[in-house]
T-cell receptor, first 116, second 117 residues
Framework: AQTVTQSQPEMSVQEAETVTLSCTYDTSESDYYLFWYKQPPSRQMILVIRQEAYKQQNATENRFSVNFQKAAKSFSLKISDSQLGDAAMYFCAYRSATSPGNQFYFGTGTSLTVIP | GAVVSQHPSWVICKSGTSVKIECRSLDFQATTMFWYRQFPKQSLMLMATSNEGSKATYEQGVEKDKFLINHASLTLSTLTVTSAHPEDSSFYIC?????????????FGPGTRLLVL
């Protein structure tokens, strides 16, 4: 089974600063998707950003961008100009593009604190 | 984006009773839905994959007779926790898979908090 590792259980960032959350994964597949989800205290999972493995270009969504290194199996999330509303648990997730079921494999999460 | 609802949002029940949780895709048809369980400050753990019109596929270690899943229509999947016990207290989240052309997206419900006394 695929594994997703988030080595930073907790991170903090000053408001308006930039923070990078790390994620590595292990897979033998070549076609897959990677995601970052945000889970605020409400517990609703919110999609932050998505990356297709076949795309070399790193995905960006406003203040959120990723550094996707396929060979290194690394998928970090950069949050620029951090805002108080960014405080949440962030989960990195992997999903196969070909396997039946297409389930998500989640990392253990990184709790992000934004300091005013 | 597409919306997935869960009902109830929270439930308290006595030990030994059964609890049913509904997951609905509100504006799209979902041939596949997933049920997750999340303990406090932990990640989401997949319990089972629910396919419309067929039996659910359970992950290793998940008791299928205890966690009954029914996916009777393209917009509704239900999870029934039978004979609930305090150790079943958790946060249950469903997700629904939408396929449009070659693009596939999964949307998460808001979760159901279960407390078994």
């Amino acid at each position: 089974a695929q594994t997703v590792t988030q080595s930073q259980p907790e991170m903090s960032v000053q408001e308006a600063e930039t923070v990078t959350l790390s994620c590595t994964y292990d897979t033998s597949e070549s076609d897959y998707y990677l995601f970052w989800y945000k889970q605020p205290p409400s517990r609703q999972m919110i999609l932050v950003i998505r990356q297709e493995a076949y795309k070399q270009q790193n995905a960006t969504e406003n203040r959120f961008s990723v550094n996707f290194q396929k060979a290194a199996k690394s998928f970090s999330l950069k949050i620029s100009d951090s805002q108080l509303g960014d405080a949440a648990m962030y989960f990195c997730a992997y999903r196969s593009a070909t396997s039946p079921g297409n389930q998500f494999y989640f990392g253990t999460g990184t709790s992000l604190t934004v300091i005013p | 984006g597409a919306v997935v609802s869960q009902h109830p949002s929270w439930v308290i029940c006595k030990s030994g009773t059964s609890v049913k949780i509904e997951c609905r895709s509100l504006d799209f048809q979902a041939t596949t839905m997933f049920w997750y369980r999340q303990f406090p400050k932990q990640s989401l753990m997949l319990m089972a994959t629910s396919n419309e019109g067929s039996k659910a596929t359970y992950e290793q270690g998940v008791e299928k007779d205890k966690f009954l899943i029914n996916h009777a229509s393209l917009t509704l999947s239900t999870l029934t926790v039978t004979s609930a016990h305090p150790e079943d207290s958790s946060f249950y989240i469903c997700s629904a898979r939408e396929v449009k052309s070659i693009q596939e997206t999964q949307y998460f419900g808001p979760g159901t908090r279960l407390l078994v006394l």
